[in-house]
């Protein structure tokens, strides 16, 4: 039997970048901190292809994460970039072809959170890792990573909070006193999601409970599964008193990183988007930063200067 | 050739409730007053199937829901909803074993919305429609139509505000000053969806624009998609003079009803569904009821009295 | 503090069918054959809602699913739906205003498959279940639960099958040739998405990975994660061999099914979806139908008279 | 009343790329030849922000899209990417901080097709359109577009119909005769969906009417609204005499593009992507390459040589 994927090509002699099968879902058991999890993870995976070959062999990809998964039960990875950098390398392996792979992989997350002890559950964040592979012309490979993180918060928006406080105080003359100046006063707020993503050299690694806890910290409050009563009003409190526009979240996010992650090197890319689903108006409000830990250090320094 | 859809079932000799095309998109006009709007509506059409039948004979359908958008250029029906109940009508000519047929569309629509008149702008809502004819033994038809609407608006916790203004009034005893009373109060708020949609016997109309305003008038406040600064704190204000629990969003426009609509007939059957993607919480809050125009009647009478 | 769900309404004496939360994750041990397996499962849960009370206490319904989820670490339940009504009969002591709830779940489910027995891989197949519970006046509560599974499968079309062979036997007249009268011929075939859901009666059981092999048993082929190239030539033959329209493929579910599932009492409801996102058009083809256990063994039993 | 946008920042003094509005909906009238259309369109639009103010004026984005759409109902601009370049230039005129601005959309469209001319309806296609305008130290403003469409078609593999041919060949001998050689073959067909970018410098124009023609000639077959019975074993057959990898879509529609497009100058960047749903896998299958005219006519002419 002739295999069509080795033949030549029929419709024109180009190199392609990416080959590969995606929307691929698979149960990943990952080891964290003291207790294996397991992830419902979606991949994508693919590899370039040469100008002079048909197709891509991909059920070589189909098999390699059937063997991923199988391992990660009685072997699992630190880490979901960890597994997507498994897969890019062995991909270059299984397709002897390629010069360059790519793995990528999402999956929601789950870490015990609360307002106050007693009121802690499992809440959902989201995870993304991507690893790309490439071996040059002595066949040597090498493999970058991507790892990040997607947290749901809460923002109130610190404009609208002083027009009301303007207009109010024409009709309540008493909020003019002294006393009642850092009142917190009513405003918009609303869902938001920020997505933190770290670009990795060899070697680099960071850990997504850290991304979450940094996302978190920017935003104007985190929510929470369990909200009794008086809790509600805690956050609510919480929240208009560290109003933030979007513009905000994604400077306070990104201008904590050198202070939080001191230990990663100024070559790490990061990138960060943050979208505010808006509760005045039908549409969203969204903001987005590509950028590098050495840039980040550089801007922090000249501030403190 | 055989019509393979003619021939015995080979698969069990069961009559099946509906077969039929879903998810077609076409580009259909309506007659609004005083303009034509086009809408890009999505369809699906399926009639029942006899237990003697192997397949239903969809290319008519398509062939059907051609003709149809084709006519609504020269000849725009009134409604998304009047386009359905001819669809389903003339289903049960084109599959004359078929007894009963189904056809459902969804579009977006546009309205000129503003909160005041120099901010008006085209604001995106939603339709929803359906038709359902059925042919008795004498092979008399009848069409029941149901249409309906989304809007997005704003709702602002009731509870979280008594709440909040019970923390603060702590840290800040002015608060209990009589003059402050009803000082609007800081609380989560955020965007809500409700979706209301009436059954119709034959003759009876309903107008979506109306379906909107009542849908609007039940939350907190309707989103804008132009609001300025001052604009802002009008209709965050507003939506804290107005604070609706999703139960109180959906309650408020059922009690609307009978006001609203005086010559919708008792028979007339109601859904309603609102859902407010919370800012506090990464899940939403949703409440539904099923009713008729006859029931809210009587309950609002009841109150009445 | 005043609880101000437990206040009178404001805005209308209306009774709601439904008030809860939507759209919750989190992750659910059940207990397999075999094994423990984690869900990533999301939930919607509700509940009825007098006329005489504004609210819904939501945040017991948040920390309801908190402990369901605790407890399944420790002590797993054997499914989906046994949570579900475990959450239903709950969440009846924890409002003892309402009369009626419901709990609904989905999650993606991964189950061995493959075309030989070196081939297999974990797949994804989806779960649903739901459960609502019913207090009477008397105060006693029943919970009646639905469960069901979707698996994607392959059809294919015995219709441009035949209508292939018609065309192609005048250009190739040696297809008229006795030997070639059963050899698999073109037609389109496509992604085919079906659907079981059972509505149980107290005390009735089914298992789903019964319904996941039901399903695929009804499409033309399985669809599968590894295939190497003879396989995929094995797969496409087998489903030429079996073409299936979605009337057939639901009729052949159907029917399938009082062989299948021989215990289970004629008031169990049956109810089956099914999609085909057909390859010859941009949109879909389905076919539903709603029944019962009874009705398919009445059904059966006549044609086999 | 102090407006907050334009004060120091208060998280960080960073830069910031893109600050905007998303997923904002409205109705755009174009012209096109011989009539006038509205596109139901969804925008994006966005502006860099300097380090020393904290917020971008996104009230000024909204009035800015409500102008342009109000504009197109009397002088409709000729496509979705002219009314984006003229938002991004806009967008520089209102927020004079800023020094870069993009503005994207995408919208349904719709065509006249059939696989016979009394076969044809309307089918929906997808539009996608970017503009990126950037204003230099001199104030000199460059707006550069990116124009694009996805078309849903029909695949074929090449492969499986190979093997499908050896395996059956030896269970009917007479598929060796000469005559057959080639009769088309069963294999798995399926969904695909290609979408192709071009990236163009100021001055050069494309027909997105073109881009959907190119794309529907590369895949297997077109798929089409209506085909009654015949017509489905023509558009069957032709795609399996013209079997298509994702490789080959993407070959043939890249080669492709130097003879359909001859005017467009070298420098125009090209980006495709084609996904196919398989429809014997549970997953998609993927292709995606970036390239240029330029690259593309060498690459052409090479091979010519």
Redesign the interface.
């Known amino acids: 039997?002739?295999?069509?994927?080795a033949t030549a090509?029929?419709?024109?002699?180009?190199p392609?970048?990416?080959?590969?099968?995606?929307?691929?879902?698979?149960?990943l058991s990952i080891h964290r901190p003291e207790r294996v999890?397991?992830?419902?993870a979606t991949f994508?995976v693919?590899v370039d292809?040469p100008a002079d070959r048909?197709?891509?062999d991909?059920?070589r990809n189909?098999?390699l994460?059937?063997e991923v998964?199988?391992a990660s039960i009685h072997e699992p990875p630190s880490s979901l970039e960890a597994a997507c950098g498994r897969i890019a390398r062995e991909l270059l392996v299984r397709h002897p072809y390629a010069s360059r792979s790519r793995a990528e992989a999402w999956a929601?997350y789950?870490l015990l959170r609360g307002i106050a002890p007693d009121r802690r559950?499992?809440?959902?964040f989201r995870l993304f890792a991507e690893a790309v592979a490439t071996r040059d012309a002595a066949g040597r490979v090498t493999v970058g990573r991507s790892v990040g993180a997607e947290a749901?918060g809460?923002t109130a928006?610190?404009?609208?909070m002083?027009?009301?406080r303007?207009?109010?105080a024409v009709e309540?003359p008493?909020?003019n006193?002294p006393?009642?100046r850092d009142?917190?006063?009513?405003?918009?707020?609303?869902?938001n999601r920020t997505r933190l993503m770290f670009e990795l050299p060899e070697g680099a690694e960071v850990e997504v409970d850290d991304i979450i806890d940094a996302i978190e910290a920017?935003q104007s409050?985190p929510?929470?599964?369990?909200?009794?009563?008086?809790d509600?009003?805690?956050?609510?409190?919480a929240?208009?008193r560290n109003p933030?526009?979007?513009?905000?979240?994604?400077?306070?996010l990104?201008?904590s990183l050198p202070g939080r992650f001191p230990s990663l090197p100024d070559s790490v890319g990061v990138r960060a988007h943050t979208?505010s689903?808006?509760?005045?108006?039908?549409?969203?409000?969204?903001?987005?930063?590509?950028?590098s830990m050495g840039e980040?250090r550089v801007?922090?320094a000249s501030?403190a200067a």
Chains 1, 2, 3, 4 share one sequence.
């Open positions: 039997v002739t295999d069509i994927h090509p029929t419709d024109g002699h180009l392609l970048h990416q080959v590969g099968v995606s929307g691929v879902k698979k149960p999890v397991t992830l419902g994508s693919a292809l048909k197709g891509s991909l059920s189909a098999v994460l059937a998964i199988d929601d789950f559950s499992l809440e959902d749901v809460m928006c610190p404009c609208a002083e027009t009301c303007d207009q109010l309540y008493l909020l006193d006393s009642l009142l917190p006063m009513v405003t918009h707020n609303q869902r920017a409050s929510t929470y599964h369990i909200l009794k009563r008086g509600e009003a805690r956050a609510v409190i929240a208009h933030k526009f979007v513009e905000d979240v994604l400077r306070g990104l201008t979208t689903e808006e509760s005045i108006h039908k549409y969203d409000v969204a903001a987005e930063h590509v950028t980040l801007s922090g501030r």
